[in-house]
């Protein structure tokens, strides 16, 4: 029964990689050509997208391709027009049928993971509303991306796919490696990144960390990014939108270059989850009931001025592949011609940056699926694109100077999509506060193999100003602000107190003693009048010494097996000596030995076992006799006293 | 101070990096010129080895190098000769100044790494003579790599430097995220990979899972990768020996090939390990005494046979570097000549693959400094191309089969190349069981991006492979068979039994009732008698609920203080009104919550709670009252007596 155990598992674990990939695979298609829909038409092929449409051909000078008139103002209006359709369908969607499919859903499945329950949120409806929104909100330009909805649909599909089979329906513990194993699927599709996918679960996902999940979430993303390549979305045998190489190499003058980089990376993150917290407070506050009418605003807002900057226009995948480009004779945009003007670039790519930090802090956190992974790639490769083009500017006009001795004669020596690549690695690292993951995120994008110990090396100035000045990653803040219920089993902790501050009394305990014992009756109304998932058993109330512990559950289903019994038969928590021969038996259920710390144990110590070892309780005692007990959620609601005002009543705890 | 604190750790970490990158350059250019004297010498430029010495010319043409001889044999007899020199000094070194030098050393720094006490084994004499054999053993052509030997010389610096420091002088688990660190900075500079190195350090080494040691080994990686490539070895700019690119795409119909590489590279794992083990065996028993004669013996055996086949004879590295190239016109290898016999190609690779199995199997655990993961990885390329060459025939001979339907009619459609490369993947990680650490490695080693699915599936078959019938990696393998203290924190564990089978008896406890007071002589008595890192503080011995705990070192630490009184003093263990005002007060230093639990809780629990939170002991208690103690070591002990014979008394836990 192992055996059939283990590959129900493997096959369950591949029908979630098939299904998430084939999701991946059709929203790449449909958010294709809601994209290109804005701007025009396939004449005669009203269902193909501008890229499918122009196959072959020169995307600018595409037959096939028609703008919806001659007229520009029109195509504006028309190009407003579409974009607040799309974004206002996607709002009414996640307002009518799944308000949980609304913004990324990081933060939540954190929480979930780690233990906690919340109704609905990775359900079948989440899933077909995170799946229908999704592309609707990226094609309407708003200033979105995929991957934190990624992770969120391709989990819902771990938990909805799981639940099928009656052990996971049970035990949401068993379930809970299934979600981790989605969550990098998830990413893996999104990014076109197996492996980004894979330490994206051990480094932002997961709790607790066993080789087993590891090795799930690694078949998990294998499946999930094959059957997507199978798919083909893109028709190009490639992964994702673009692929770059750098056949150059990078020079050690570049290395300051690549810490201001890392530098901006660092302030972006702090300055953009800083403010966007406050957006979502004022949202929270003032916006509560007009969700709909505030994503019609801001799709309002990006449509009519993004269409005037090329980086804004564009979908945020394309422009970050041009951004990227080595410029070479292959390679004929304006932003590679030696003859432009560099000033009017500049300022165009520089407008593109603070414009893409401005839509983001206020458009991440609305009522649509909504990531913001993507964004601040975006906002960095500009940035990066912009540093990199003065650099270059300033090479070529001192090319003698001694800084650039090492630059071949013949070759180019700057090269700035390198540097957009690195700024979009900043922009990630600066938001998310991953390392690893970025690191072998960037790498699986772009393969740049030479370019891996600068992208170390950004990513690390980015992550040392954060850890310095800023508050963490935007998940981890949102978990904060929301007051959502979560330890992070990956930190330390600090508290100065014993257990004994933040255990909860106990109100309700079993008497084991037979001469103590309670009646059917008693037992009933005990269980109907107290919430508690659980009740300690202890000798009696004169001697209260520890004997076990029995879960609600687990009682409930005992009493009713004996559902005819008389209301005065007594219960029998463990006597070896039953006073009566109809006495209710629950000595089956009882757990002889629940985990028992001292009263005076340091509080650090209590949630360093919760996080590590996830019990549901702890018992307190003091010389064998019980005084207290403890649970995630008192040491919660004691941080939370701690530390701010929160609404700790929102808290639920699984098992 | 705690920013002191941090800085000081920051700067610790950046000089264990520099350092290893240092050694590590320095052994490259060592090795290359040993391997390369071999063969020959650099005219008028003695101390270059070939390549520097035929530097921008064809190696096969270089005026520069000359052979030692005009007479072929003479030439044979010189090579063997260098070779046994080679590797008898290495030997030799060995033997003499540092034992624990030998062999490659991942075993146990695992066990160093969760938390026990081997001495003499990371310090100053083990970093000299390992660093000074490496170069040695892999230019003398034995069957060993350089990749297990460079985690311990970095290990051995990381621990040596962090000794320089007091705090970390005095505790060993403080030091210990210096030992994940530099674990991972030694992969890294070994292969040239600094996020494989980062992964090598979370799936093998490290015990317990934290975000802040991830960090630490990226930021150490990152340095030691940086310093090396400052440092140039090779001159031409890249971290490895080799660097390839593939442009042509794989098929789908490669896919059942593919499961042929990964399965080769579960059998490699499971038939290696399996009589390398016999071999340890068989070497401990009759070879104890003779490991420099055994080290000549296996060096006279591997340089006179492998002379004669070419991918035996060249550094395993070079013979990969041609095995992974992708037949082009820039590419005049007569592997790539499609003239070139093909039965006499395909017998010398297959020919090399048997015999770097069995040489890899005697050579790996002998008394040199010696890896396992290189020849590996060789074995796995010669096979590889040998199935890549077969299969590239039979397309040659079937162009217009339906299988071929989507190969491109103009390019080519197998690249041998790539199922080299992918052989070697397979049997990496059928050596290892690593999974994620593999793909990453390679993926560095190459920048092989269009192939990051093909890897992944030849990895996840190989593991599949070894998880239904093998015995888990090398390294725990050798863990178990030398009966090293090793809990794997990563796995999950299944005892049927609780605490009671494991523990052992308390034979002494102090009495904190000052009736019962003990005098200063029977405590000393007792410290001396006993060799326990620890003692139960108990009521009385009529009472014996649980007080508390004390170290032995901090009791004695209060002995010493007090060193002038009588020896009739009473010592006070926790008692508040004290007997007499020249007691000896130890109440201080008793821990009044020592982590206990009830005697039913399973045994398993117990383990998990050692895994996890890393206790030293934990108490075992009945209704309050003291039953039992049980260390890791108890943990093991039962372990062992349940699976095999091994010798425990060997084991030391640390703290």
């Known amino acids: 029964s192992r055996l059939i155990s283990s590959t129900q598992n493997w096959f369950l674990l591949a029908a979630m990689g098939i299904m998430i990939g084939l999701i991946a695979g059709a929203l790449n298609v449909i958010t294709a050509w809601l994209g290109s829909i804005r701007v025009g038409h396939c004449s005669g092929n009203f269902y193909l997208s501008k890229a499918f449409c122009c196959w072959g051909q020169d995307e600018e000078s595409c037959s096939g391709w028609s703008s919806w008139s001659t007229f520009g103002f029109l195509n504006y209006l028309i190009y407003v027009g ?227 900057n090329e980086y804004l226009r564009l979908d945020m995948t394309e422009a970050m592949q041009i951004l990227f480009h080595e410029c070479d004779s292959n390679f004929s945009h304006p932003i590679c011609d030696p003859n432009s003007k560099k000033i009017p670039l500049l300022a165009s790519l520089i407008f593109a940056t603070v414009a893409r930090m401005g839509l983001t802090i206020i458009t991440y956190g609305c009522k649509v699926p909504a990531g ?73 994008l772009t393969g740049a193999l030479r370019y891996i110990i600068p992208t170390m090396i950004v990513v690390a100035i980015t992550k040392s100003i954060n850890d310095k000045w800023g508050k963490g990653g935007i998940a981890d803040q949102m978990i904060k602000f929301n007051g959502l219920p979560h330890i992070d089993a990956k930190e330390e902790f600090t508290f100065d107190t014993t257990v004994e501050s933040a255990m909860s009394t106990v109100l309700v305990a079993f008497p084991s003693d037979p001469n103590e014992a309670i009646t059917v009756e ?61 006495e209710v038996d629950f000595r089956s259920i009882l757990n002889r030995s629940p985990l028992t710390i001292n009263i005076d144990c340091p509080l650090e110590y209590v949630l360093e076992i919760f996080v590590k070892m996830g019990p549901r309780y702890i018992l307190v005692e003091h010389e064998g006799v019980l005084v207290g007990i403890i649970t995630r959620k008192d040491v919660l609601r004691y941080e939370y006293t701690l530390h701010s005002s929160h609404d700790v009543n929102a808290i639920q705890q699984s098992q």
């Open 522 to 582: 008693q037992l009933k109304s005990t269980l109907s009048k107290t919430k508690f998932r659980g009740y300690p058993v202890i000798h009696s109330s004169t001697n209260p010494k520890i004997s076990g512990f029995v879960s609600r559950s687990e009682v409930e289903l005992v009493v009713k097996n004996y559902e005819g019994v008389s209301n005065d038969t007594l219960c029998n928590f463990g006597s070896t000596n039953p006073t009566s021969a109809s």
């Open 82 to 308: 579409i974009s607040l359709f799309l974004s206002f369908t996607a709002a009414i969607l996640v307002k009518t049928y799944a308000t949980s499919a609304a913004g990324s859903g990081i933060s939540e499945i954190k929480c979930i993971v780690s233990g906690f329950v919340m109704e609905g949120f990775l359900g079948w409806w989440t899933l077909l509303i995170k799946s229908i929104g999704l592309p609707l909100a990226i094609a309407s330009g708003l200033s979105v991306g995929k991957e934190g909805p990624s992770v969120h649909y391709a989990v819902c599909v771990g938990n909805s796919i799981a639940k099928l089979v009656r052990k996971y329906r049970r035990s949401a513990s068993k379930a809970r490696e299934f979600l981790t194993a989605t969550s990098a699927a998830g990413v893996a599709v999104a990014f076109g990144s197996p492996m980004g996918g894979v330490l994206f679960s051990i480094e932002e996902i997961s709790s607790v960390f066993q080789l087993s999940t590891i090795w799930k979430s690694y078949f998990c993303s294998l499946v999930a990014v094959t059957t997507l390549a199978a798919m083909n979305p893109f028709r190009t045998g490639q992964l994702v939108l673009f692929e770059v190489t750098y056949d150059t190499n990078w020079h050690y003058f570049e290395i300051p270059l690549y810490i201001v980089i890392g530098i901006f990376g660092g302030i972006y993150g702090i300055v953009v989850s800083k403010f966007n917290i406050r957006v979502v407070a004022f949202r929270k506050k003032y916006l509560a009931n007009f969700a709909v009418r505030e994503v019609f605003i801001l799709s309002l807002l990006t449509a009519s001025f993004s269409y005037f």
């Open 372 to 444: 913001i992974f993507v964004p601040s790639m975006a906002a960095g490769a500009t940035f990066g694109r912009a540093l990199g083009i003065i650099v270059d500017s300033y090479y070529q006009n001192h090319k003698d100077s001694f800084i650039f001795q090492n630059c071949s004669a013949t070759g180019r020596c700057i090269i700035p999509g390198t540097y957009a690549f690195l700024g979009a690695a900043a922009g990630l690292s600066g938001i998310t506060d991953l390392t690893v993951t970025v690191v072998i995120i960037m790498f699986e």
